[in-house]
């Protein structure tokens, strides 16, 4: 199973996301969990964003064997910013996993991750 993790602080602007450094975010994360690769946008759902999202779904559009997980707002909430997107790319919804990360640290995005990914698949702590 591949993973492709995604992060967004909502334009770095919300307080809920002033906990997190997500410039040492992705190395944190790809360090800690076996995902393929972690990346931050600053606004997922905006123009830009949505392109992005667009791409990445798209990649795994045929491909049973990659999960996306997002690290951003409430969980329903993300499903009805990006719900436009699964229909135009054709996007398996069962393979998005959005994930609250709002007021969390590093340390604790990684374990919501981690926890969300895991309940998926096994195993996805990376061993030191
Ligand atoms: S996806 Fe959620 S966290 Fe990101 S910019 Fe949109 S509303 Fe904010």
Same mark, same amino acid.
């Given at each position: 199973?591949? @993973? $492709? !993790?995604?992060?967004?602080?909502?334009?770095?602007?919300? +307080?809920?996301? $002033?906990?997190? =450094?997500?410039?040492?975010? %992705?190395?944190?994360?790809?360090? #800690?969990? =076996?995902? #393929?690769? !972690? @990346?931050?946008? %600053?606004?997922?759902?905006?123009?830009?964003?949505?392109?992005?999202?667009? *791409?990445?779904?798209?990649? !795994?559009? #045929? #491909? %049973?064997?990659?999960?996306?997980?997002?690290? !951003?707002?409430? +969980?329903?909430?993300?499903?009805?910013?990006?719900? $436009?997107?699964?229909?135009?790319?054709?996007?398996?919804?069962?393979?998005?996993? %959005?994930? *609250?990360?709002?007021?969390?640290?590093?340390?604790?995005?990684?374990?919501?991750?981690?926890?969300? @990914?895991?309940?998926?698949?096994? +195993?996805?702590?990376?061993?030191?």
């Amino acid at each position: 199973m591949r @993973i $492709k !993790a995604l992060i967004c602080n909502c334009k770095g602007l919300s +307080p809920s996301f $002033k906990n997190s =450094d997500m410039n040492t975010l %992705p190395f944190d994360l790809e360090s #800690d969990l =076996d995902v #393929d690769y !972690a @990346i931050v946008h %600053p606004e997922l759902c905006g123009m830009g964003g949505s392109r992005v999202m667009e *791409d990445v779904l798209r990649s !795994a559009v #045929d #491909d %049973p064997d990659t999960l996306i997980v997002v690290g !951003a707002c409430e +969980p329903e909430a993300q499903s009805k910013l990006f719900e $436009k997107l699964f229909c135009k790319t054709g996007f398996n919804r069962d393979h998005f996993l %959005p994930v *609250d990360v709002r007021g969390a640290r590093n340390e604790e995005i990684i374990e919501r991750l981690g926890e969300k @990914i895991g309940k998926r698949v096994q +195993p996805i702590m990376r061993r030191h």
